[in-house]
C-alpha cells in the first residue's frame, strides 16, 4: 500500500530540514543521535500504568523490571532496546516496555547494555547475553513461569538475532522459546535491494545507518560474519515473529533473514506493517490504530504463537 498519510505528512516537513542541516555542515554525534531518539518520545501517549517497575541490576548489567500481575506466575519478555547500538535507554523505551507488559500481561525486562562508540562491538552484545543467561535464575523475588520469551527493535533487534546466530554456531546457549523482532537490523553489510529504494526519504537513510555501523565496529571488523541475515541458521533456532516496515530501508533484509532461516528449518515468519517506515512504534499519537495493531500482533505471537497472514 501507499505510505501511510501521518507518515506521508511527518516526512514532507522532516526531509527539507534534514536536507538544510546538511547543507549547512552538520556533522552527527553520539549526543546528538542519542538526543534525536528520546526527541520521538514526544509522539508517545501517556504512559500506561504498571502495578510494579523496579531498576536493579542482573549480572552488573543495569535492567528495568516491569511486573504487571504481582504474585501471579506468568512468562518473562526480555526487552532488547534499538537505536542504532549507540543511542536509546531504560527512559526511552519505558513507554514500549510498559504496553508490552500490559498487553502480554507477562514480567518484562528491560536491559540497559553499553552502548557504542564508548563501548563497541561486542561489548553491548554480550552484555546483553550475560543478562539473558542469567534470566532463569534472577528473578527470584518474582513470580514467574521460568518461560522466557524475548522482544527487540532495530539494533536491539539484531543483538537478538545475533544472540541465536551465535546459539547456531555452538557459541552461545538461550532460553528464549518465542521471539519477535521489529523493524530489525540484520545486514551489516549494507547489501540488501531496499537499502538503495528506501535510503533517502523515508526517515532512516542509508548515510544514517552506515554512520551508525563505523561507530560500532572497530576497524577491521568482518561485518559479513556478524550479520545474522547471513546465518547461519538451524532449526534449533526460537518460534520467531519478523515485523517489518513497508517504507524501511532494512525491509530486504528482513525477507533474506526469514527466506534463510525458514530454508534452514527454524519456525520463523514474516509481517510487513504495511505503509509504516522505521520506527514507526514510537508515533502512537499519530498512527494509534497500528500501535494497538503491534501489541496486539505481539501478544497473539508470545501467547499463542500465532500471527496474522497480513497487516490489515
Given at each position: 500500500m ?10 514532507d516537513?522532516l ?9 549547512s555542515?552538520?556533522?552527527?554525534t ?10 520521538l518520545?514526544?509522539?508517545a501517549?501517556a ?7 523496579s531498576d ?6 543495569p ?12 512468562d518473562?519478555?526480555y ?16 513507554f ?7 498487553a ?8 540497559d547494555?553499553?552502548r557504542?562508540p ?8 554480550e552484555?546483553a547475553y550475560?543478562?539473558?543467561?542469567a534470566?532463569?535464575?534472577?528473578l ?7 518461560r522466557i520469551h524475548?522482544?527487540?527493535?532495530s ?7 545475533s544472540i ?11 532460553p528464549?522459546d ?6 530489525p537490523s540484520?545486514?551489516y553489510t549494507m ?11 523515508y ?5 544514517r545507518?552506515?554512520?551508525y555501523?563505523?561507530n560500532?565496529f ?7 560474519a ?5 546465518g547461519?541458521f538451524d ?8 515485523i517489518?516496515a513497508?517504507?524501511?530501508p ?5 525477507e533474506t ?6 530454508g534452514?528449518g527454524?519456525?520463523?515468519r514474516l509481517?510487513i506493517?504495511?505503509?509504516?517506515i ?10 494509534p ?15 499463542e504463537?500465532?500471527?496474522?497472514a497480513?497487516w490489515?
Amino acid at each position: 500500500m501507499s505510505l501511510h498519510p501521518a507518515f506521508r505528512a511527518y516526512l514532507d516537513e522532516l526531509n527539507p530540514l534534514v536536507d538544510q542541516a546538511a547543507a549547512s555542515g552538520f556533522v552527527p554525534t553520539p549526543e546528538s543521535a542519542r538526543a534525536a531518539l528520546a526527541g520521538l518520545n514526544q509522539f508517545a501517549a501517556a504512559p500506561i500504568e504498571v502495578a510494579d517497575v523496579s531498576d536493579r541490576e542482573i549480572d552488573g548489567v543495569p535492567v528495568r523490571v516491569y511486573v504487571p500481575t504481582p504474585g501471579v506466575p506468568s512468562d518473562v519478555v526480555y526487552f532488547i532496546h534499538g537505536g542504532g547500538h549507540m543511542a536509546g535507554d531504560l527512559d526511552v523505551y519505558d513507554f514500549q516496555c510498559r504496553r508490552v507488559a500490559a498487553a502480554t500481561r507477562m514480567v518484562v525486562v528491560s536491559v540497559d547494555y553499553a552502548r557504542a562508540p564508548e563501548a563497541p562491538y561486542p561489548c553491548g552484545l554480550e552484555e546483553a547475553y550475560r543478562v539473558l543467561r542469567a534470566l532463569p535464575t534472577a528473578l527470584g523475588d518474582v513470580a514467574t513461569t521460568g518461560r522466557i520469551h524475548a522482544v527487540a527493535d532495530s539494533g536491539g533487534g539484531a543483538k537478538l538475532a545475533s544472540i541465536a546466530q551465535r546459539v547456531a554456531r555452538g557459541e552461545w546457549e538461550s532460553p528464549i522459546d518465542r521471539q519477535v523482532l521489529i523493524y530489525p537490523s540484520l545486514d551489516y553489510t549494507m547489501s540488501g535491494p531496499s537499502m538503495e529504494r528506501l535510503g533517502r526519504g523515508y526517515f532512516l537513510s542509508a548515510e544514517r545507518v552506515a554512520w551508525y555501523f563505523d561507530n560500532y565496529f572497530p576497524e577491521g571488523t568482518d561485518r559479513a560474519a556478524a550479520s545474522p541475515a547471513l546465518g547461519p541458521f538451524d532449526a534449533a533456532m526460537p518460534e520467531t515473529l519478523v515485523i517489518a516496515a513497508e517504507y524501511d530501508p532494512l525491509l530486504s533484509e528482513a525477507e533474506t533473514y526469514v527466506e534463510r532461516a525458514a530454508g534452514a528449518g527454524a519456525p520463523v515468519r514474516l509481517l510487513i506493517a504495511s505503509g509504516m517506515i522505521h520506527a514507526f512504534a514510537f508515533f502512537e499519537t499519530m498512527i494509534p490504530e497500528d500501535i494497538e495493531r503491534l501489541f496486539s500482533v505481539i501478544t497473539g505471537y508470545l501467547r499463542e504463537g500465532e500471527a496474522p497472514a497480513d497487516w490489515a
